[in-house]
């Protein structure tokens, strides 16, 4: 476990990340200013000290997708963080990618081992946060882990962890089918997971095409009346968030804006002020239209390993 705090650059553009170039300047790029190595202990003690303070901040875990190292995961987090600005505690779920376009079995063997410790890491954060949410997405890859760990919580009648939480699956690469096994497992949560999509996903198509041409989550089609019927069946929120520009050229990474957008839900409509809680299968329109983000957390990063 890593305490990692990051600067970032007064220049700082929405949904980017100003990456170093040469010797780290924060006045121009993200810059890892602290670091240091936490035992499991000290870890604790520092997500209950941030507990006690007047004003206690609510927890966040981002869990990071494949190809993708711990670096880039650590400055995504503070990128978020960043762009929110509202108050809370952010933690970086890290499991060990090996971080190479051709290491897509291998990162998925990792992010499988990785489901116990990610189980042991939302409920600790259970017992320390007295009562109060905690804010989960998971990425890609990452969103597998994510719902893998839910799974076993669930089979595991850790009921009051589960209710404790606020999940959001971003461009998830989980087969259709399995996804759904998963989801009789757990059960439908309150308030509802929200499954962000984009039918053009292309790290996604590589993905379904890897896998026997089985379709991904995170590439459904939410006009399909199968699916609205299925999301209010699973009462899960799903939303095509198509419209929001992309970075990666993949099409993969378009959460990373959703941030910048921090205010209320209105979905597909010219109502803002509309609460991110509803079941169905929407489009979002950034004409008009605001987003309340799904992390929304400023302050030092902690990295959990």
């Known amino acids: 476990m890593r305490s990692s705090e990051i600067s970032i650059p007064p220049g700082h553009q929405p949904g980017n990340i100003e990456w170093?170039?040469?010797?780290?300047?924060?006045?121009?790029?993200?810059?890892?200013?602290?670091?240091?190595?936490?035992?499991?202990?000290?870890?604790?003690?520092?997500?209950?000290?941030?507990?006690?303070?007047?004003?206690?901040?609510?927890?966040?875990?981002?869990v990071h997708g494949f190809n993708t190292n711990f670096?880039?995961?650590?400055?995504?987090?503070?990128?978020?963080t960043a762009d929110a600005d509202v108050d809370g505690m952010p933690i970086l779920f890290?499991?060990?990618?090996?971080?190479?376009?051709?290491?897509?079995?291998?990162?998925?063997?990792?992010?499988?081992y990785s489901r116990d410790r990610l189980t042991e890491l939302l409920m600790m954060l259970s017992r320390k946060q007295s009562g109060k949410r905690i804010s989960l997405i998971g990425h890609s890859m990452g969103a597998w882990l994510t719902v893998e760990a839910l799974r076993q919580l669930r089979l595991a009648h850790n009921d009051a962890t589960i209710n404790r939480l606020n999940v959001v699956l971003a461009a998830p690469d989980i087969d259709v089918d399995v996804f759904s096994s998963q989801m009789d497992v757990i059960g439908p949560l309150s308030p509802p997971m929200t499954v962000l999509v984009s039918r053009d996903d292309i790290a996604l198509s590589i993905s379904s095409k890897i896998g026997g041409e089985r379709p991904r989550l995170g590439m459904l089609n939410v006009d399909d009346p199968r699916v609205q019927e299925a999301a209010f069946r699973a009462n899960l929120q799903i939303i095509d968030i198509s419209s929001l520009k992309?970075?990666?050229?993949?099409?993969?990474?378009?959460?990373?804006?959703?941030?910048?957008?921090?205010?209320?839900?209105a979905v597909g409509s010219n109502r803002p002020g509309q609460d991110m809680r509803r079941a169905g299968a929407f489009v979002f329109n950034t004409v008009g239209t605001t987003l309340a983000t799904p992390f929304s957390l400023v302050g030092s990063a902690v990295a959990g390993e």
Do not use: C
């Not at 670096?71 to 978020?80: D, N, T, V």
């Not at 499991?95 to 998925?108: I, L, Q, R």
């Not at 990474?253 to 941030?259: E, T």
């Open 20 to 62: 170093p170039t040469g010797t780290p300047d924060p006045a121009v790029s993200f810059t890892t200013v602290h670091q240091s190595i936490l035992d499991k202990q000290t870890f604790e003690q520092r997500i209950a000290s941030r507990e006690s303070v007047s004003s206690p901040s609510k927890a966040g875990i981002f």
């Open 71 to 80: 670096q880039e995961a650590l400055y995504r987090l503070a990128q978020m």
């Open 94 to 112: 890290a499991w060990p990618s090996e971080a190479k376009t051709t290491g897509y079995v291998a990162d998925k063997e990792s992010v499988t």
């Open 246 to 265: 992309a970075s990666d050229g993949l099409n993969h990474d378009r959460f990373v804006s959703l941030a910048t957008l921090y205010g209320r839900l």
